[in-house]
Structure formats: structure tokens, C-alpha cells
């Protein structure tokens, strides 16, 4: 930011008004006090005064490991929408730098159990956007039959399911291993649609 208006920003002290104009809370009460009170004190005019100060009293100025953290700690709620959820899972994805293997792993440990349950009977994905794509169809397919109050339909677990698997597959196979151990789908219970066991 100060390098793309380096005359804006000059002036250390206008490096630390511009960051400070975004600090809430006590925070905030802390730098409006030093203005008031300690004008001439160098976390108001030295950039690397003012943020040893600030991140070791009120938080993290690593963005990209609190980004990490947010990331691996998100988790898709079962009435959820799927578009939704990834738009808060890029936001956050977006801040790690992370490959796109880990946002595969990131992105797969978020889902709730009943989508990774009829992924296991889905054509295989092998990259991170038509996984995307199948849990997009997963998810309108669970809202459609929920809003017709319908049961799902059985070709879920069907290889004949042409509009799932010529949507987002195309017959490529995928490194996510399927769970024999638990081949039947689990729907969210009181979705309106059956807990399958």
C-alpha cells in the first residue's frame, strides 16, 4: 500500500495515521491516549515503533499465519449453502498463498460428513476446481430436494447419473480414495430429507 502512493506515505507518520485509522476497541483507546497525552512519543512517527508496540499488546500482524488458522479452523455447516461457505474459504485462502493441494486437504476437512460420504460414490475429481464443481452440485442437489420435499434420488450412488458426471468430470479419475467401510450417504438429520445409516 505505502509503495503504491510513496509520496502519499512519505513520512513514516503518515504510515502510522493511515494503519491506525483501522484499529478498533482498546486498541484504538491506546493510540487516541498517546495522541492526547504523549505527543512526541516515537510509536507515533517511527513505523517500526508503532507496530512492535501494537502486535505485542493487541495481536497478530502475521496475516498470513492468523489466515492459515482461520482456514483450517472453518468448517461448513450442515443447512449451510456451499456457495456461501466458499466465498468465506477463498477470502481466507486467498491470504496463505497455500498450493492448490493444500486447499484440496483444507477444503475436504471443512465439508460436512454427508457431502464427503456421497463424494466417496462420485467420479474422482484430480484438481481443486471440479472438486469444487462436485461439491456445488452435491449441495444444489441436496437444496432442490429439500425445497420440493423430495428423497433424494437414488442415482447418487449410480454411474448413470450423466448431469453430475458430465458436469464436473468427464471420467477423470482422482486421488481422494473412496470409504467402502461407509458406501451409503448420510443426509443432516431434520433437513427434510432422511438420515440414510
Known amino acids: 500500500m505505502f509503495q503504491a502512493k510513496p509520496i502519499t506515505f512519505q513520512l513514516e507518520s503518515s504510515q502510522v495515521a493511515f494503519a491506525a485509522s483501522y484499529l478498533q476497541g482498546i486498541?484504538?483507546?491506546?493510540?487516541?491516549?498517546?495522541?492526547?497525552?504523549?505527543?512526541n512519543n516515537p510509536i507515533l512517527s517511527n513505523w517500526l515503533a508503532f507496530t512492535q508496540e501494537f502486535s505485542s499488546k493487541f495481536g497478530v500482524f502475521d496475516t498470513v499465519a492468523e489466515a492459515e488458522e482461520n482456514l483450517f479452523n472453518l468448517r461448513m455447516r450442515n443447512n449451510e449453502r456451499f456457495m456461501t461457505f466458499i466465498v468465506q474459504f477463498e477470502r481466507e485462502a486467498y491470504k496463505t498463498s497455500w498450493n492448490y493441494n493444500?486447499?484440496?486437504?483444507?477444503?475436504?476437512?471443512?465439508?460436512?460428513q454427508w457431502i464427503k460420504d456421497i463424494l466417496c460414490l462420485a467420479p474422482k475429481q484430480t484438481t481443486y476446481d471440479r472438486y469444487k464443481v462436485?461439491?456445488?452440485?452435491?449441495?444444489?442437489?441436496?437444496?432442490?430436494?429439500?425445497?420440493?420435499?423430495?428423497?433424494?434420488?437414488?442415482?447418487?450412488?449410480?454411474?448413470?447419473?450423466?448431469?453430475?458426471?458430465?458436469?464436473?468430470?468427464?471420467?477423470?479419475?482422482?486421488?481422494?480414495?473412496?470409504?467402502?467401510?461407509?458406501?451409503?450417504?448420510?443426509?443432516?438429520?431434520?433437513?427434510?430429507?432422511?438420515?440414510?445409516?
Request: one cysteine or more.
Open 102 to 112: 493444500a486447499l484440496w486437504f483444507a477444503l475436504c476437512h471443512a465439508l460436512p
Open 27 to 39: 486498541a484504538f483507546n491506546h493510540y487516541t491516549a498517546l495522541l492526547q497525552f504523549n505527543p
Open 134 to 197: 462436485l461439491v456445488t452440485q452435491v449441495n444444489q442437489h441436496y437444496w432442490e430436494d429439500r425445497s420440493e420435499n423430495m428423497v433424494p434420488q437414488t442415482s447418487w450412488n449410480t454411474s448413470g447419473n450423466t448431469n453430475w458426471q458430465a458436469g464436473a468430470t468427464n471420467g477423470i479419475q482422482s486421488s481422494i480414495p473412496t470409504n467402502p467401510a461407509n458406501p451409503t450417504p448420510r443426509f443432516p438429520p431434520g433437513q427434510g430429507v432422511p438420515n440414510i445409516n
